[in-house]
Nanobody, 122 residues
Framework: QVQLVESGGGLVQAGGSLRLSCAAS??????MAWFRQAPGKEREFVAA????????SYADSVKGRFTISRDFAKNTVYLQMNSLKPEDTAVYFC?????????????????WGQGTQVTVSS
């Protein structure tokens, strides 16, 4: 059974940093991604990359501030978030798919974690 468990969310002041973790079990997927959803907003693509390699993809709103990375031994993907802004406040979700290409459409991902809350204060 596939399980994705996120952790690392919390409350941080604007300009601060957080690192989110997503531990995967069950099997390996070709693409791992992060999405986020704020109250009253649609789920938004944040970042994604191939499990084995390739260049990562980022939403324009987080380029230069967020970094997606991997730990193969722990079967875990991370999202390092720097220079956080109040508009980054959202529930962050880890997602996986076996598709060949990275997609920004939530419905094309096969499994999701339960989410972790990130709150950035002014």
């Amino acid at each position: 059974q596939v399980q994705l468990v996120e952790s690392g969310g919390g409350l941080v002041q604007a300009g601060g940093s957080l690192r989110l973790s997503c531990a995967a079990s069950g099997r390996t997927f070709s693409i791992m991604a992060w999405f986020r959803q704020a109250p009253g907003k649609e789920r938004e693509f944040v970042a994604a990359r191939s499990w084995s390699g390739g260049s990562p993809s980022y939403a324009d709103s987080v380029k230069g501030r967020f970094t997606i990375s991997r730990d193969f031994a722990k079967n875990t993907v991370y999202l390092q978030m720097n220079s956080l802004k109040p508009e980054d406040t959202a529930v962050y979700f880890c997602a996986v798919t076996s598709r060949v290409e990275v997609t920004t459409i939530p419905g094309r991902y096969d499994y999701w974690g339960q989410g972790t809350q990130v709150t950035v204060s002014s």
